[in-house]
């Protein structure tokens, strides 16, 4: 696979395109966002290859695209539902855009199941979550008890707990 395969313009085309699914949500917007960048920083410091890492930052642009189906088909958005409905949205959109089925795979995976901490699969996985925690801890305004409860918990990766420390501050392991 050529190196054109992880275009850094697809990666610019997705935000884009869920800036628009997210049209007049600028909260949501600003998580993914957020995520994403949480997401790269960690994926470049674990030094994932370069595939995994194109992976790793479209789900995390597309971590959040069930919430929208899952209000409009049930009335609420939590995770179990975003799960269920994200994946179906989300390999439209990458197909659209030119993805790689093997790519849409693992994104329409990551997106499943980015509210399931138990058998955590593959370091992109792992990444996400933590990326996406950074981000929901402070957005959420969490206690420093809830704070140390999700990251002795969950993070695993040495720059995810460092940023972590960093964010928060007096976390121990």
Known sequence: MDSDSYSQNQLEDLCRRMIVFDSGDPKRIQHFLKVHSFARIIGMGEE???????????????????????????????????????????????????????????????????????????????????????VNLYEENESAQSRQKVYQKLFRTETGKEIFRQMFGGQEE
């Open 48 to 134: 994932l290859d370069e595939a995994s890492l194109f992976i790793l930052e479209a789900a995390a642009y597309t971590h959040d695209i069930g919430v929208r189906p899952a209000e409009e088909k049930y009335g609420r958005c939590d995770g179990k539902l975003q799960e269920q409905e994200g994946p179906i949205v989300a390999q439209q959109i990458l197909s659209e855009l030119g993805f790689e089925n093997y790519m849409i795979d693992r994104i329409c995976f990551l997106i499943g199941h980015h509210h399931t901490y138990d058998n955590i699969d593959g370091l992109d996985y792992q990444i996400l979550i933590e990326a996406d925690f950074l």
